[in-house]
């Protein structure tokens, strides 16, 4: 059998390859405690709740919670050509947040094939005034920001946000910011 691989032993972020090993491993070692039969109190049940699994006894005691590792996010910003992106980096573009999936150089044009789609916002409905034959006005893209950098939460202000535990959009509310949603 394998060991579990931590990265605060190996002294960075775990790769994919990593967490899938850890995860196969895992399911081995639960594989094998549930063939073996204990006399007493065993494991009843293995549920998740959001980034932990949890595991229940056959007493109904809860024996133990594992949070599952998460993938860490890069915050580039807006999306630029001949640029470097590698596993995890976060870019605005064209009003929606993509996660880069394929490390690669950027070329001038966006290549969606290296990317997931991880939010869109997409552009509100506009009425012209009658008689006005008026071009629409473009419609700004959610800027992003890594936890450390985030500006001053403005009274009704949304912007996405990034830290070890996932993408979040956020409110400003005047004095902070408030999470409105999980993205990721």
């Known amino acids: 059998m ?3 691989i931590l990265s605060k032993n190996k002294g960075f972020p775990l790769t994919h390859e990593e967490l899938d090993q850890n995860l196969e491993e ?3 070692k639960v594989k094998h405690l549930e063939q073996m ?3 007493g109190e065993g494991i009843k049940e293995i549920t998740q709740e959001g ?3 949890i595991f229940e006894s056959t007493f109904g005691r809860r024996l133990g919670r594992v949070r599952l590792p998460m993938p860490l996010f890069h915050h580039m910003g807006l999306w630029k050509g001949h640029t470097s992106y590698v596993y995890g980096s976060l870019v605005t573009w064209e009003n929606k947040v993509y996660f880069c999936h394929t490390s690669h150089v950027s070329e001038s044009i966006f290549n969606e094939l290296m990317w997931s789609l991880l939010l869109y916002v997409p552009e509100p409905e506009r009425a012209e005034p009658s008689g006005v034959n008026s071009a629409p006005q473009p419609f700004p893209s959610l800027p992003l920001y890594h936890k450390d950098t985030l500006p001053e ?3 009704g202000r ?3 946000m990034t830290e070890s535990t996932g993408l979040f959009m956020l409110m400003g509310c005047g004095d902070k910011w408030h999470t409105v949603q999980k993205v990721a």
């Open 153 to 155: 939460p403005a009274m």
């Open 158 to 160: 949304l912007c996405l």
């Open 37 to 39: 039969s204990l006399p």
């Open 26 to 28: 895992l399911d081995t």
């Open 2 to 4: 394998m060991s579990i």
């Open 51 to 53: 980034d932990e699994i």
